[in-house]
């Protein structure tokens, strides 16, 4: 039976993804994902950010994350839900970025072309619950 932790993100278009802190403070940023279905409730999910940015530090250093369904401005819809998020890479990265612009379309190709001018890598993040 799919783990239905996600089931209140279907539908949404932003979560608010908490990382943390060396110190233990929650650092909330509303981003885009993607799901990863399993019988219509993601099971896991994906989003991405600039190698360099906070979040990604963060996630690097401490894997512990909680999402919750948000709007455009990071006020949340709903509940936290506890995870783990990491980075990956290869074909799993690809996977998630597909999923992305998939749900995304046109708006993440748009940004995605002025990416090209940015010196910035992007990495991709797959959020499981914990």
Same mark, same amino acid.
Request: hydrophobic share 40%.
């Given at each position: 039976m799919a783990d239905a932790?996600?089931? *209140?993100?279907?539908?949404?278009?932003?979560?608010?993804?908490e990382t943390f802190r060396k110190n233990g403070q929650g #650092? =909330?940023?509303p981003v885009w994902f993607a799901g990863e279905p399993e019988q219509g409730v993601p099971e896991k999910?994906?989003?991405?950010?600039?190698?360099? *940015?906070g979040k990604a530090k963060r996630i690097r250093n401490n894997p512990r994350?909680?999402?919750?369904?948000?709007? #455009? =401005?990071?006020?949340l819809l709903g509940e936290w839900i506890d995870a783990l998020a990491e980075i990956v890479t290869g074909e799993e990265a690809?996977?998630?970025?597909?999923l992305l612009n998939k749900k995304y379309f046109p708006w993440r190709?748009?940004?995605?072309?002025?990416?090209?001018?940015?010196?910035s890598k992007r990495v991709v993040f797959v959020i499981r619950p914990a």
């Open positions: 932790r996600f089931a *209140s993100l279907q539908g949404q278009k932003y979560i608010n993804l #650092v =909330r940023t999910l994906y989003a991405y950010s600039t190698a360099d *940015s994350v909680r999402v919750a369904p948000c709007d #455009v =401005r990071g006020k690809q996977h998630g970025m597909q190709q748009i940004l995605g072309f002025f990416s090209l001018f940015s010196r």
